[in-house]
């Protein structure tokens, strides 16, 4: 059974960094793209970053771009986001998900909260 | 870069059936994904490349693409097949993953 679990989400303050892991398992984990793809309380869903199955290749949606950076450790089946200068606007639940053209496996996503 | 539009909500009666579309200029020439998102859980994939269902996704669930629209049918809809649905592309202009704006089906 493929599982992927999500940790990390917390409430942090404005301009603050925060770090969320994702550990993958049931799956040849190095042949997938991985990515995270957050939804706002509310609202849609919304990719956020992926990064390609040997790490050599990430792709960020504009509005974080320069602020998160998706990688990850094969080793560890593993990816992360790490998220700088937080805004109110990222407050959501962060999922992270397989990602190979569409996202086949999906965690259970973690809550990140920004607020002051 | 792509842009997804959904109807925001789609309303039928117990064993009708419900048609779910996803306009885009010329999504016709790439594939669609498509989800289903219960009320706090996380989404599942229930068609892939247009018309493909993964292993447990009932044949109710069925998907076409063709022009500038996408379809979700859903037929003999049942009340578990109340939630939203988004439909989702690969942007191969801009290497983004893009994903409509969602319907919500209601099942009367």
């Known amino acids: 059974e493929v599982q992927l679990v999500e940790s990390g989400g917390t409430v942090v303050q404005p301009g603050g960094s925060l770090r969320l892991s994702c550990a993958a398992s049931?799956?040849?984990?190095?042949?997938?793209?991985m990515s995270w793809v957050r939804q706002a309380p509310g609202k849609g869903l919304e990719w956020v970053a992926s990064i390609k199955p040997d790490g050599t290749k990430t792709n960020h949606v504009d509005s974080v771009e320069g602020r998160f950076t998706i990688s990850r450790d094969n080793g560890m089946n593993s990816v992360f986001l790490q998220m700088n200068s937080l805004r109110a606007e990222d407050t959501a639940v962060y999922y992270c998900?397989?990602?190979?053209?569409?996202?086949?496996?999906w965690g259970q996503g973690t809550l990140v909260t920004v607020s002051s | 870069s792509s842009v997804l539009t959904q109807t925001p909500s789609v309303s039928v009666a117990p064993g009708q059936t419900a048609t779910i579309s996803c306009g885009g200029d010329h999504i016709g020439s790439t594939s669609v994904h498509w989800y289903q998102q219960k009320p706090g859980q996380a989404p599942v994939l229930v068609v892939y490349d247009d018309s493909d269902r993964p292993s447990g996704i009932p044949e109710r669930f069925s998907g076409s693409n063709s022009g500038n629209t996408a379809t979700l049918t859903i037929s003999r809809v049942e009340d578990g097949d109340e939630a939203d649905y988004y439909c989702q592309v690969w942007d191969s202009s801009t290497d983004h993953w893009v994903f409509g704006g969602g319907t919500k089906l209601t099942v009367l």
């Open positions: 998900a397989t990602s190979n053209f569409f996202f086949r496996y």
């Open positions: 049931g799956l040849t984990y190095s042949v997938y793209w």
